[in-house]
């Protein structure tokens, strides 16, 4: 996907600095609310349904294709959702970076890229590295949501997290149930998906109260 030149990404994306470290969210979204981010949010499907939704929350999407990620922060400029913003970046590195210790409410992690051929297996985002950041910046009995439609990436996330042994596993509860969605999730992959009949994977994985 180009990017576009109509777009307008500020003032939902947010630019910082290596340099700046750990960063105060609440001055990020200039309140004091719970956060919810989202790891890959692609051009911003779910995080719009959440924003919408729930407006007392305050959401971080991290996305390291530039085109999604200024099409998806221009996306909430035109919506004026002040309390969602966008970073193009890795997200490992941006959580280890730049998100203190039991700091988030919510993470989300939907259809994350399978990397099937066995020699990518240590591209995929879900291994222990990934875990670790999860556990620590996620605040106690906060969950992790994941959806796949991969049956092999989702033995392995299964796998991997059994190995890990700190988060309790959960059945998979739509974050957007409560709001009547008829959808898990709502992003592009996953009506991509259900068009073409693939079953999905997901599950929760809880850290510790
Ligand atoms: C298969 S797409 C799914 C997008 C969206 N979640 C959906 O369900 O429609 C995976 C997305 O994650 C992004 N991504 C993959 N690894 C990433 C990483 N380590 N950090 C940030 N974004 C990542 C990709 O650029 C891509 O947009």
Do not use: C
């Amino acid at each position: 996907m180009a990017l576009k030149s109509h777009l307008i990404p500020e003032p939902n994306l947010l630019n910082v600095a290596d340099s700046a470290g750990i960063l105060n969210l609440e001055q990020v979204f200039s309140r004091a609310a719970p956060v919810e981010l989202e790891i890959g949010s692609g051009k911003g499907a779910f995080l719009l349904q959440m924003a919408t939704a729930f407006p007392e929350k305050n959401f971080i999407g991290i996305e390291w294709a530039n085109a999604y990620a200024a099409y998806a922060a221009d996306r909430f400029r035109r919506h004026s959702h002040n309390h969602v913003r966008i970073v193009n970046g890795e997200a490992l590195w941006w959580m280890r970076v730049h998100l203190a210790d039991t700091t988030l409410d919510a993470l989300h992690v939907y259809f994350p890229d399978p990397w099937p051929k066995s020699r990518h297996h240590k591209r995929r985002l879900i291994q222990k590295s990934f875990l670790q950041q999860s556990l620590r910046i996620l605040k106690p009995a906060a969950p992790l949501h994941i959806v796949t439609d991969h049956a092999e990436y989702f033995e392995h996330m299964r796998h991997t997290f059994a190995e890990f042994g700190q988060f309790n596993i959960e059945p998979f509860i739509s974050p957007l149930r409560s709001v009547g969605a008829d959808f898990l999730v709502g992003t592009n992959f996953e009506k991509k998906y259900v068009a073409e009949n693939r079953p999905f994977y997901s599950l929760i994985a809880r850290k510790p109260g």
